[in-house]
């Protein structure tokens, strides 16, 4: 087994997406298909980039669930720590899609948010071996809303701190994943104050900490060396070791906005592993790794589908030669 740099862990699943932009859930005739999932989406980039990275999570002994595996591994992605749950289905998500792209959650389907395979995530089950040899640990909080997948992030946080693995928290709030929503904020504080480092988008800032500043937000956090926040069109701002900046977007023909934040995650871990901790200490490494991030993020919109559109490192660094 080749140590993976990056470990992702969290959900994988299907995106439906509607097939008839600008239409209301109702109304939607038919949906295509894509892998996606945060964490999965994020180390699929990170492979892509030229990163190793691996990923843990639960999924199904369903088709759906074998598509996803054979996906993770085509791409390259280390699967020891994937679990197969014999009878919770693989989660699929219906998402919407406005005439300019923006995605809407919808829900799933005719199956509780609680039933799916992901929600299982066994903590007993997390491969110790994998974090021996890693650099950053990336999660999510969406399996913070569920016992027993909680458990699991709960047993990976222990397992980064036992192996000096650095531990970057995307907040990625979704209130549809959450039976309970008012439980939310409680328990991702607990783990974001484990973190090193912090993505959120602009909503998800101001919704956690009354604040789009990330200078703030990591005044806040004593463990965070690192904040990013992004904004949509509106670009992003970061605020990594002493240097903070914002950053416009770039300009790209968007298709499909499905997973331009994991793109972004991807990119910026990618340099992370190439740069260290530089980007910590010199604003104008800390500005390049985020403009490379934003760069990853943009060509991810530009086809359809999150995985599918992650652009190559030759794609990016052409892309950031033109600009």
């Known amino acids: 087994m080749i140590s993976s740099r990056v470990l992702c862990l969290g959900e994988i699943l299907f995106d ?6 600008g239409r209301e859930l109702e109304r939607v005739e038919s949906w295509t298909p894509y892998p996606g999932g945060a964490p999965a989406n994020v180390a699929c980039g990170l492979v892509k980039l030229g990163t190793t990275a691996g990923f843990i999570g639960c999924v199904g002994r369903d088709k759906a669930g074998d598509d996803l595996v054979a996906l993770l591994e085509s791409t390259g992605v280390d699967t ?4 197969r749950h014999p009878t919770a289905p693989t989660r699929q998500v219906y998402v919407t899609r406005s005439q300019a792209g923006e995605r809407h959650f919808a829900g799933f389907g005719n199956i509780a948010t609680t039933e799916f395979a992901d ?4 903590a007993d089950r997390l491969p110790e071996a994998l974090f021996a040899g890693a650099d950053y640990l990336v999660m999510g909080t969406l399996e913070l809303a569920y016992p027993e997948s909680r458990q699991a ?3 990976a946080l222990e397992l980064a701190k036992q192996h000096q693995v650095k531990v970057f928290v995307d907040i990625n709030w979704r209130p549809v994943f959450w039976l309970d929503v008012e439980a939310a904020p409680s328990l991702i504080w607990e783990v974001v104050k484990q973190a090193d480092l912090i993505k959120c988008s602009d909503d998800e800032a101001q919704w956690l900490f009354e604040t789009e500043n ?3 937000i990591a005044q806040r956090v004593e463990t965070v060396k690192g904040v990013l926040v992004t904004a949509g069109e509106r670009g992003c701002s970061y605020s990594l070791g002493n240097s903070s900046g914002n950053l416009p977007v770039f300009k790209v023909n968007a298709i499909d906005t499905t997973g331009a934040g994991d793109g972004f995650v991807a990119g910026f871990l990618h ?3 190439q ?3 530089q980007i910590f ?3 104008e490494m800390a500005k390049e790794a985020v403009t490379y991030a934003s760069a990853v993020g943009a060509l991810t919109t530009t086809k359809p589908g999150a995985i599918a559109a992650q652009p190559t490192a030759a794609e990016v660094e052409e892309f950031l030669s033109q600009q």
């Not at 439906?16 to 932009?21: R, V, W």
């Open 16 to 21: 439906c997406l509607a097939d008839q932009p």
């Open 80 to 83: 020891t720590g994937v679990q």
């Open 119 to 122: 929600t299982c995530l066994a």
């Open 153 to 155: 992030i709960y047993r």
């Open 214 to 216: 990330p200078k703030e």
């Open 271 to 273: 340099q992370c592993c």
């Open 275 to 277: 740069q260290g901790e």
């Open 281 to 283: 200490q010199n604003p």
